[in-house]
T-cell receptor, first 116, second 115 residues
Framework: ELKVEQNPLFLSMQEGKNYTIYCNYSTTSDRLYWYRQDPGKSLESLFV?????AVKQEGRLMASLDTKARLSTLHITAAVHDLSATYFC????????????????FGQGTILTVHP | KAGVTQTPRYLIKTRGQQVTLSCSPISGHRSVSWYQQTPGQGLQFLFEYFSETQRNKGNFPGRFSGRQFSNSRSEMNVSTLELGDSALYLC??????????????FGPGTRLTVL
């Protein structure tokens, strides 16, 4: 069974602190996505990581991908209240035929709360 | 460029009824995927359509069905609604759904409540 696991599932941070969210997946994949979801809202694409060693940064968020370890990280630097949201990682799994046809498998989500 | 649109945004139904949700993808996107999001099960893949053909299907009962039209718009239908079908239904579009072109952009979702 294909699995994507995030940890921690709940993260309470103080403003100004740094922290990392981890995303492990169980089967070979060479692309990983990070999404943000605000309460009652849809998913907003944050990062697309397409190859081993890929690193992308946007503001206070930085994502990386290690395909050999089947691990992606989302690092938060100097957190601010506006970053409070639920963060999901998602993976494309490809079968021997080379495609998963539009299916993303999501982690459970990490609920991030940033306190003043 | 307009994003993915979904209608209706909110829906209240009773058990046993059926419901149809609609999704219009980003212009030029031909792959439409549907997901169900619930607090207990998280985000789960329902099915994907491309060029009016269902290419992939998740582990949902046959009460869940869908279709895609020639303009890439998609609908999903849930028959004989159950309380457990209460969820946020998200539609996502991508260019082709094929490897390398599977970055998905999500619509605002339809919140379905079954009473």
């Amino acid at each position: 069974e294909l699995k994507v696991e995030q940890n921690p599932l709940f993260l309470s941070m103080q403003e100004g602190k740094n922290y990392t969210i981890y995303c492990n997946y169980s089967t070979t994949s060479d692309r990983l996505y990070w999404y943000r979801q605000d309460p009652g809202k849809s998913l907003e694409s944050l990062f697309v990581l397409l190859s081993n060693g890929a690193v992308k940064q946007e503001g206070r968020l930085m994502a990386s991908l290690d395909t050999k370890a089947r691990l992606s990280t989302l690092h938060i630097t100097a957190a601010v209240h506006d970053l409070s949201a639920t963060y999901f990682c998602a993976v494309d799994f490809f079968n021997a035929g080379g495609t998963s046809y539009g299916k993303l498998t999501f982690g459970q989500g990490t609920i991030l709360t940033v306190h003043p | 460029k307009a994003g993915v649109t979904q209608t209706p945004r909110y829906l209240i139904k009773t058990r046993g009824q059926q419901v149809t949700l609609s999704c219009s993808p980003i212009s030029g996107h031909r792959s439409v995927s549907w997901y169900q999001q619930t607090p207990g099960q998280g985000l789960q893949f329902l099915f994907e359509y491309f060029s009016e053909t269902q290419r992939n299907k998740g582990n949902f009962p046959g009460r869940f069905s869908g279709r895609q039209f020639s303009n890439s718009r998609s609908e999903m239908n849930v028959s004989t609604l159950e309380l457990g079908d209460s969820a946020l239904y998200l539609c996502a579009s991508s260019f082709t759904g094929w490897r390398g072109h599977n970055e998905q952009f999500f619509g605002p979702g339809t919140r379905l409540t079954v009473l």
